[in-house]
């Protein structure tokens, strides 16, 4: 069993990362920055309270065993008003991770989660793979995609690294794909665009993009890897499926022209309110299509076990056992 430090530990996807790892009985050092929600998500492993902030010391790094093997960095930011906390908290903050964990560590692997957003959005029926040029449209896809060339640019000599890129990652906890069904059970569903039902979304369930994570950091193959299940859903299918799962019989869909997108982010940017519509967003939701082909992670031995419907029944579940909906 390995001893692996895990960042973003209270995230939506490092809680069930750290989770999987420490019932797979691997040694796990959870890095927190809050006690309170670690508690709230139950967080597994060895807690570590720390910051990975770019201006910081990362004294807590003093503090993991001499012989630890493996780092999944998780932590990261997906919503910001300000562009330049993107490059804050996902490029210098990852910047920092490293030259620290240099200092004390000649040998280690490094897996990255990134994001499809890093490589920008696809078209209809023509998933992105990893040979696509890279044309990333938001400031958060940017600074994913920097940190990425980081490492292919500055890999420390014998550290082994890979980069995983997911789509729409839907799952228990997740705090983002939870808007979405709220609005399906208001009974109005705001869309992107005067065509937005039929926007195509490849999207892949918590559990598998762990198990994902865990596959790329057990057999270190070097690289960039897109991951998602095989099918991919529009958005009316999306809905369809949160509307059955929430036993919701009508819902009104109210699609929203692109320009009026931006006149709403932009005015919601001046309210002293956490927002998820930000300017940065919209470019983000103006696509028509993001989705990505899981063939290369395939051919390492990746099969997706949890389809639309199965993952949308286990989300409502934990969203109404937590009072969330």
């Known amino acids: 069993m390995a001893k692996i430090l895990v960042t973003g530990a209270t995230g939506f996807v490092g809680s069930h990362l750290s989770e999987k790892l420490v019932e797979q009985g691997h040694e796990i050092f959870s890095l927190i920055r809050s006690e309170k929600k670690a508690c709230e998500f139950q967080i597994k492993g060895q807690l570590v309270k720390g910051s990975l902030s770019p201006q910081g010391q990362l004294e807590w790094i003093d503090d993991l065993p001499e012989d630890l093997e493996i780092v999944i960095h998780t932590a990261g930011i997906v919503h910001a008003e300000d562009s330049t906390v993107f490059d804050q908290v996902n490029y210098l903050s990852t910047v920092n991770l490293v030259e620290k964990l240099q200092k004390k560590y000649s040998k280690l692997h490094f897996t990255f989660i990134s994001s499809l ?34 490492f292919s640019q500055t890999l420390p000599e014998n550290w ?4 995983v890129r997911p789509p729409m ?4 906890r997740d705090p983002a794909v939870l808007d979405i069904f709220k609005m399906v059970k208001s009974g109005f569903v705001v869309g992107p665009g005067l065509n937005f039902r039929i926007k195509e979304y490849s999207f892949i369930c918590v559990h598998d993009l762990v198990d994902g994570i865990i596959l790329l950091a057990d057999k270190k193959p070097s690289g960039l890897f897109y991951i998602g299940h095989d099918q991919v859903v529009s958005f009316e299918s999306l809905i369809n499926t949160i509307k059955i799962s929430l036993n919701k019989k009508f819902v009104i869909n109210l699609p929203i022209p692109e320009r009026l997108l931006k006149v709403a982010a932009f005015i919601t940017a001046l309210l002293p309110i956490p927002n998820r519509l930000t300017k940065d967003k919209v470019n983000e939701l103006i696509q028509e299509a993001w ?9 390492q031995g990746f099969v997706p076990k949890w389809d639309i419907q199965r993952t949308i029944e286990e989300t409502t579940k934990d969203y109404k056992e937590r009072n969330w909906l």
Request: glycine share 8%.
């Open 117 to 150: 957003a890093a490589g920008g959005p696809s078209h209809f029926s023509a998933p992105r793979t990893e040979e696509m040029p890279d044309m990333p449209v938001s400031d958060y896809g940017r600074s994913k995609k920097k940190a990425e060339t980081y």
């Open 160 to 163: 082994t690294y890979n980069c």
């Open 169 to 172: 990652v839907i799952g228990p």
């Open 291 to 299: 989705s990505c082909s899981n063939q290369q992670l395939k051919d």
